[in-house]
C-alpha cells in the first residue's frame, strides 16, 4: 500500500468515513466493548447521527463476558442508562465458547453458563435490554457457540430483524494495536468499494473500523476535547504503572491478559476471589504467568530430555482432545516446513548454512511483502535453533515445547491463526444450514 499524506487529521478522516457509512448502509449498529476506543467510537457515532439523521436509530451490541472489573461494569451499565432512549440497546448475556490459555485440561470456558449460575463472577445484569437464555430474540444463536460466532450471527440476525437490508457493524479496531490488525488493513481485496476498512462477513452484512488509523494518543485527546466519559479503569491501570500498550478490557483468561491477572488480586480483590472459583488455572496464572512455569522466560530442559522427548512427554500428560490439537498443528508445521518452506531474511539463511543446517530454497514467499526466499529443511526438523540469533522465525521441537508450556492451544507462537476446526468447521456449518436458510428467509 502506497502511503499517503493528507492535509486532514483523523478527526476530519473519520468525519468523512462516517458520513459514507450513513449514506451507503440501512441498518447501523456499534460494537461496544466497554474500552476506550469503541467508548469514543459509539460516542462520536451518536454525535453524527444526532446532528445529521435524527430521524434514523443505530444500535448498540455488547458481548458481555462475565469475568471483568466491577469499574468497567459500572461504566457500561451507566452507558447504556444514558443512552438507551436514543439508540437501540442489546447486551448479550449469553453462554459461549471463549479461550483460555490458563489451563492445559480446558481451552475454553463458557461465560454466562447457565449449568454453573452459582458460581457466576457477577449477577446477570437486570435491564429490560439484556439478552440472556430466558429472553433471546436472536434466531441466530446457537448454545455454546464460539464467541466470534456468536458476535458475527448478531449482525446477521441484525439483518434478518430490520428488513434483511445491508448492514454494518461499526468496530474501534485500530491498526496501530497490533501488526496482525495492521496488515489486515492492508489488503483491500475485500473492501467495500475499495474501502480498506470495511469488511464483509455475510450476503448484506459488513464489518467497518472509521478508527482504523487513529493512534492512542488520538483517542484520549478526542476523550479530553469533547468530555466524554470513559471506562475509569484506565485511571487505575495509569495509577498502577501499566503502558498504554498493556491497558486492555478484555477477557482475563485470554492470551493477552493473562499477564495482567495479578493486577485484579490488587485493583478489584472482590472480583478476584470470584475469578480463581471460576476458570481452572486462574489462580496458577496469576503467580506464575510471567515464569517459567508457563514459558514466559527462557524454559530450560528436564535433564535426560531432548526438546523433542519433552515436547512428546508432555503430550502424553494431556488429555487427548487438547493433545490432538497440538499434535495436528505441530505436524501441519513439520510438514510445511519439509515441503514449501517458510520466507526467511538472507542473513538467516547464511547463518543457518555456517551452522550446518541441510536446507534448500524453495522459490519465493507470497506471505512476505519482500519476496525473501522460501526455505525448506532437508533432514529432520532441529530440537533447538539457539545458535542462529538473526531470527526466531525458525522452526524447531523447542519452539513446539513452548506453545504446549504457555498454554498457546492455537499456536500463535509458532505462527498459527484459528482454525476452523477449533470454529467448529465453518464449511460444514454453511452446507449443514444453507437450504434451511434459504427456506425460512428466502434469501
Known amino acids: 500500500m502506497i502511503r499517503e499524506y493528507l492535509e486532514e487529521n483523523v478527526y476530519e478522516a473519520f468525519q468523512k468515513r462516517i458520513k459514507f457509512i450513513f449514506e451507503e448502509f440501512d441498518n447501523i449498529f456499534v460494537s461496544f466493548s466497554g474500552g476506550k476506543d469503541s467508548g469514543l467510537l459509539l460516542n462520536m457515532t451518536m454525535d453524527f447521527q444526532k446532528k445529521y439523521y435524527p430521524e434514523k436509530k443505530i444500535g448498540v451490541f455488547h458481548q458481555d463476558f462475565e469475568a471483568q472489573y466491577t469499574v ?29 490459555a490458563l489451563s492445559n485440561y480446558e481451552m475454553y470456558w463458557y461465560p454466562w453458563d447457565d449449568k454453573k449460575e452459582d458460581c457466576w463472577v457477577r449477577p446477570m445484569p437486570k435491564k429490560d435490554y439484556v439478552i440472556n437464555l430466558e429472553h433471546n430474540p436472536m434466531t441466530t444463536y446457537r448454545y455454546r457457540m464460539h464467541q466470534e ?73 478526542a476523550n479530553d476535547l469533547f468530555d466524554y466519559d470513559y471506562n475509569e479503569l484506565y485511571n487505575l491501570y495509569h495509577k498502577a504503572g ?22 485484579y488480586r490488587v485493583i478489584d480483590p472482590e472480583i478476584w476471589a470470584k475469578l480463581v472459583g471460576r476458570v481452572r488455572g486462574a489462580n496458577f496464572g496469576c503467580i506464575y504467568g510471567k515464569t517459567k512455569a508457563m514459558g514466559f522466560r527462557n524454559i530450560t530442559l528436564p535433564e535426560g530430555h531432548t526438546w523433542k522427548s519433552y515436547t512428546m512427554f508432555l503430550l ?17 508445521s513439520i510438514q510445511f516446513w519439509h515441503q514449501t518452506g517458510g520466507g526467511l531474511d538472507e542473513e538467516t539463511i547464511h547463518e543457518l548454512e555456517e551452522h550446518g543446517y541441510k536446507i534448500k530454497r524453495n522459490g519465493v514467499s507470497n506471505y512476505t511483502a519482500s519476496k525473501k526466499s522460501r526455505v525448506i529443511f ?15 522465525d525458525i522452526p524447531s521441537w523447542k519452539r513446539m515445547c513452548g ?37 425460512e428467509y428466502g434469501i
Open 72 to 100: 468497567t461494569t459500572e461504566y457500561i451499565e451507566r452507558t447504556f442508562e444514558r443512552i438507551k432512549d436514543e439508540v437501540e440497546p442489546y447486551w448479550v448475556c449469553l453462554p459461549m465458547a471463549t479461550r483460555t
Open 149 to 221: 460466532d456468536l458476535a458475527k450471527q448478531f449482525g446477521r440476525w441484525y439483518r434478518m430483524s430490520h428488513g434483511n437490508k445491508k448492514t454494518v457493524c461499526l468496530l474501534g479496531m485500530r491498526a496501530d494495536e497490533s501488526l496482525q490488525r495492521y496488515s489486515g488493513f492492508l489488503n483491500i481485496k475485500y473492501g467495500y468499494k475499495g474501502q480498506c476498512w470495511i469488511s464483509n462477513q455475510f450476503k448484506d452484512v459488513w464489518c467497518a473500523s472509521p478508527m482504523y488509523d487513529w493512534t492512542s494518543q488520538d483517542v484520549w485527546h
Open 242 to 263: 501499566l503502558k498504554i500498550s498493556q491497558m486492555r478490557v478484555a477477557s482475563p483468561f485470554n492470551d493477552y491478559s493473562k499477564d495482567a491477572l495479578n493486577l
Open 316 to 332: 502424553d500428560t494431556l488429555p487427548p482432545r487438547i493433545r490432538n490439537n497440538y499434535a495436528k498443528k505441530f505436524n501441519t
Open 378 to 392: 532437508l533432514e529432520q526438523i532441529p530440537d533447538d535453533t539457539d545458535d542462529i540469533k538473526s531470527s526466531k
Open 403 to 439: 506453545c504446549i508450556l504457555k498454554n498457546d492451544h492455537i499456536c500463535r507462537s509458532m505462527g498459527f491463526g484459528l482454525s476452523r476446526e477449533q470454529k467448529r468447521n465453518i464449511e460444514y456449518i454453511k452446507e449443514k444450514y444453507q437450504s434451511i436458510e434459504e427456506m
